[in-house]
């Protein structure tokens, strides 16, 4: 079980963690297919906290390494960006639009996993395993995710329009790569 607290290893117990994260983040997409929103939800909560416990992890017993900042980056990518963006595109957009409303919110949802995308590149070649800045630049992909959560709710709710949830997602998407400060937890 030394393997589990080697900072070489790729499968050290703070991979691990990221390891479940990519896991309730696959469930989730499965859990949007068929239109169980509830649980894909559910799911992508659980794969936020262990995205959160496996940074600190990390960090506590000196686990960090290239791949798991790798790893960390592709997790979030799929919780974090495509999850909401399947959610939407499935509980709003495809419930609510047809034809050239369906096309401009499949080409805002592509801008928006383009701008997730970019920022995680962009993170990852300006960060250093291990190393924690006091500020993130632009708003961190999770943080993206819960106002695009909190953007659905409002849909689902009847508090915003499909319309609004467009724009909203366009502005999300932009404050991805802003030079917006977001003090670092």
């Known amino acids: ?22 896991t309730a983040g696959l469930l989730a997409t499965y859990f949007i297919t068929q239109n169980n929103f509830f649980l ?14 496996d940074g600190k992890i990390a960090r506590k017993y000196n686990l960090s390494n290239e791949f798991g900042v790798q790893l960390d980056s592709f997790a ?7 999850v909401p963006v399947f959610l939407i ?8 639009f047809s034809s050239v409303e ?22 990852n070649i300006n960060s250093d395993a291990g190393e924690v800045s006091k500020y993130f630049t632009g708003i961190p992909t999770p943080l993206g995710a819960i106002l695009l959560w909190l ?7 009847g508090f915003l ?8 997602m366009v502005l999300i998407g932009w404050s ?10």
């Open 40 to 53: 894909a939800i559910i799911l992508a909560w659980v794969g936020g906290a262990f995205d959160i416990f």
């Open 1 to 22: 079980m030394k393997f589990l607290f080697t900072n070489q290893s790729h499968f050290n117990l703070a991979n691990l963690f990221t390891f479940v994260n990519i």
């Open 176 to 185: 991805l790569n802003s030079k917006i400060k977001v003090p670092h937890p």
């Open 76 to 82: 979030d990518f799929l919780s974090f960006v495509l």
């Open 102 to 123: 369906l096309l401009i919110a499949a080409a805002i949802s592509i801008y928006y996993v383009i701008s997730g995308l970019r920022r995680l590149i962009q993170f």
């Open 89 to 96: 595109f499935q509980a709003v957009y495809g419930r609510y």
């Open 151 to 157: 953007v659905y709710l409002g849909s689902t709710y």
């Open 161 to 168: 329009s499909p319309y609004i949830v467009l724009s909203a």
